[in-house]
């Protein structure tokens, strides 16, 4: 008779993992590496990430992974290159040349701060993750279906709303908070599609512990930074990033220091839908909900600039890729236009000379086409002189 042996270890295994679980920090860190949307936004985890000299460049409750990157609040470009548990590295790339060709563009804007847009286009928005919440105000980091980023959306919609801009505001919720958030908001940012939207967006807050890290004091009041978050794995990812770079450059015009950076992240945060789709985070779960409501009002006054809806300033013209300046007002538009100029005078002069053979050749015939175009302009005139003579006799 065979005696059947047993394999205890994988029995062993589980008993020692129910006696033993892992540790918080390891079960916190376990869980983020594999399930980015756990973590994110959780108010329990966060990432610092540092340059290559040590020094603190952001802080993010997100899963940072290697090949990120980012463009910070100075519009100096990073790339992520190590991770190792809650910190992050990053390597200089240099300042981004980009942004920094925007800022100049908008420089030569004329932007009046009273003009109001036409009602033409649509903002779409929701929110994937609609239990954040501020704990100073709302008494919780998280409240299932009821956060309080809802009423920071609903300032938003009505920031752009007494602008002139038709808002689609979808409140759908999606919880629970978890890595099937974005799967579900997906089928509410299809359905927002629908409505042909000029942007969409997805409205976070981050869950970084230190309000003062988001905090800043513009024109007088105290508000929440914005964070704006792309996602690097869709096919829309150049045309996001394009975007996101036109809101910073035209906010920082406006208003300095409100844009906390770009992040550049792994993820696709269904902004594959359109190229003008963007996730922004709006302080963070330690902040004041009324100073972020504030911020993104802030916020609010270069989306319809940037996206050209604002056809009734004066000096610009909205296009489907953004504002451009009035050539009339830019003393750059009337020295390509006097090269050009010259440049066709000089084309047309050889062309002539070639054409008659000599110089004289070329003197009769200019000589030539001005008399006969000049006589044909004066002949219709000189016969309508003729006739109101005739009918001037006429009625004599």
């Known amino acids: 008779m065979k005696i059947r042996t047993i394999n205890f270890l994988p029995l062993?295994?589980?008993?020692?993992?129910?006696?033993?679980?892992?540790?918080v920090y390891g079960e916190r860190y376990f869980t983020s590496e594999l399930n980015s949307e756990l973590a994110e936004h959780s108010g329990n985890f966060y990432i610092t990430i540092y340059d290559e000299n040590g020094r603190v460049l952001d802080k993010m409750a997100r899963k940072v992974a290697i090949g990120d990157e980012i463009i910070t609040e100075d519009d100096r470009h990073y790339k992520i290159t190590r991770v190792d548990h809650e910190r992050a590295y990053a390597q200089y790339l240099g300042e981004d040349q980009i942004l920094l060709g925007y800022k100049e563009y908008f420089?030569?804007?004329v932007l009046p701060a009273g003009a109001m847009p036409k009602k033409k286009g649509i903002v779409a928005m929701y929110h994937t993750h609609s239990d954040e919440a501020y704990q100073p105000s709302d008494g919780k980091a998280n409240i299932p279906a009821r956060g309080g980023i809802y009423k920071v959306g609903a300032a938003l919609a009505d920031k752009l709303s007494r602008m002139g801009i038709k808002v689609a505001y979808d409140r759908t919720p999606h919880d629970p908070h978890d890595a099937n958030a974005y799967h579900r908001s997906r089928r509410t940012a299809v359905r927002l599609m629908k409505k042909r939207p000029i942007a969409i967006l997805d409205v976070h807050r981050d869950a970084v512990p230190d309000p003062d890290f988001y905090e800043k004091?513009?024109?007088?009041?105290?508000?929440?930074?914005?964070?704006?978050?792309?996602?690097?794995?869709?096919?829309?990812?150049?045309?996001?990033?394009?975007?996101?770079?036109?809101m910073k450059a035209y906010v920082d015009k406006t208003h300095p220091g409100l844009i906390k950076g770009i992040?550049?992240?792994?993820?696709?945060?269904?902004?594959?839908?359109?190229?003008?789709?963007?996730?922004?985070?709006?302080?963070?779960?330690t902040n004041k909900r009324y100073?972020?409501?504030?911020g993104?009002?802030?916020?609010?006054?270069a989306i319809p600039k940037v996206l050209g809806v604002a056809t009734s300033i004066p000096g610009t013209q909205g296009t489907a890729q953004g504002m451009r300046s009035d050539v009339a007002k830019s003393p750059g538009a009337w020295r390509n236009f006097f090269i050009?100029?010259?440049?066709?005078?000089?084309?047309?002069?050889a062309f002539l000379l070639i054409s008659a053979g000599s110089i004289s050749g070329a003197k009769e015939r200019l000589g030539s086409f001005i008399?006969?175009?000049?006589?044909?302009?004066?002949?219709?005139?000189?016969?309508?002189g003729k006739k109101e003579e005739q009918k001037d006799e006429e009625t004599k």
């Not at 105290?222 to 770079?245: E, S």
């Not at 992040?263 to 996730?279: R, W």
């Not at 008399?371 to 309508?384: C, D, F, H, N």
């Open 296 to 301: 993104v009002q802030l916020f609010a006054d």
């Open 371 to 384: 008399s006969r175009e000049v006589t044909s302009s004066m002949l219709p005139r000189r016969k309508e």
């Open 340 to 349: 050009v100029l010259i440049a066709a005078l000089i084309l047309g002069g």
């Open 217 to 246: 004091n513009i024109q007088g009041q105290k508000v929440t930074k914005i964070r704006l978050v792309v996602g690097r794995q869709n096919p829309q990812m150049a045309a996001n990033l394009d975007f996101a770079r036109k």
């Open 12 to 23: 062993l295994v589980i008993l020692l993992i129910l006696l033993f679980p892992l540790p």
């Open 263 to 285: 992040y550049i992240g792994k993820g696709n945060y269904n902004q594959d839908l359109m190229p003008t789709a963007l996730l922004i985070e709006v302080g963070t779960h």
């Open 291 to 294: 100073e972020a409501e504030k």
């Open 107 to 109: 420089e030569r804007v």
